[in-house]
């Protein structure tokens, strides 16, 4: 199993311009998750979908933000236009089904600069 | 009141010694909890999972649930150098629904030092 996998692993981008984050999750999981974290802030849920419907999105900061899962394998998570305050590192996880035993397998994460 | 808290630390423990990690969290019909340890510069790894008051062991890590009390711990026996790292202290308040989610808490760095 190839785990979840994000693109890029680094992203250095001016204020102002488009940014495109991109996950894979595990194959067969059918919740993915997108996060955020800073060390001011931790790890922040942004978004996340079940079988590429988005079920919760109250943590997206503004309009700025915004996230889709066009299929089961495939999810990207898009800033236009880019702000300083955006810069952190960005998660994605997924996982298989509800329950109280499922924790979330995550991806290595985009760490995202803007400058 | 944060959903999920936990001392940021850095907590310093000796080689060899128990490492104790806390956490308290605010939903009373939480039902799920997860603790997570995360290497600098690297995504948050599953270590343990717990959903029934007690303990839960496994190898030297054990996990306690105290439900009435709203109180989660980590227990790390025997520490290691490689121990050392950020542990995330994670709760889903309602795993059962469609709508389930983990939320997590801000973590407490771990220091073992030689």
């Known amino acids: 199993d190839a785990g979840v996998i994000q693109s890029p692993r680094h992203e250095v981008t001016e204020m102002g311009q488009e940014v495109t984050l991109r996950c894979k999750p595990i194959s067969g999981h059918d919740y993915l998750f997108w996060y955020r974290q800073t060390m001011m802030r931790g790890l922040e849920l942004l978004i996340y979908f079940n079988n590429n419907v988005p079920i919760d999105d109250s943590g997206m900061p503004e309009d700025r933000f915004s996230a889709k899962m066009p299929n089961a394998s495939f999810s990207t998570l898009k800033i236009q236009p880019s702000e300083p305050r955006d810069s952190a590192v960005y998660f994605c996880?997924?996982?298989?089904?509800?329950?109280?035993?499922?924790?979330?397998?995550f991806g290595s994460g985009t760490r995202l600069t803007v400058v | 009141q944060k959903e999920v808290e936990q001392n940021s630390g850095p907590l310093s423990v000796p080689e060899g010694a128990i490492a104790s990690l806390n956490c308290t969290y605010s939903d009373r019909v939480s039902q799920s909890f997860f603790w997570y340890r995360q290497y600098s510069g690297k995504s948050p790894e599953l270590i343990m999972s717990i959903y029934s008051n007690g303990d839960k062991e496994d190898g030297r890590f054990t996990a306690q649930l105290n439900k009435a009390s709203q109180y989660v711990s980590l227990l790390i026996r025997d520490s290691q150098p490689s121990d050392s790292a950020t542990y995330l202290c994670a709760v889903n308040p309602r795993p059962y629904s469609s709508a389930s989610k983990i939320i997590f808490g801000s973590g407490t760095r771990l220091s073992i030092r030689p």
């Open positions: 996880a997924s996982r298989l089904g509800q329950g109280t035993n499922y924790g979330y397998t």
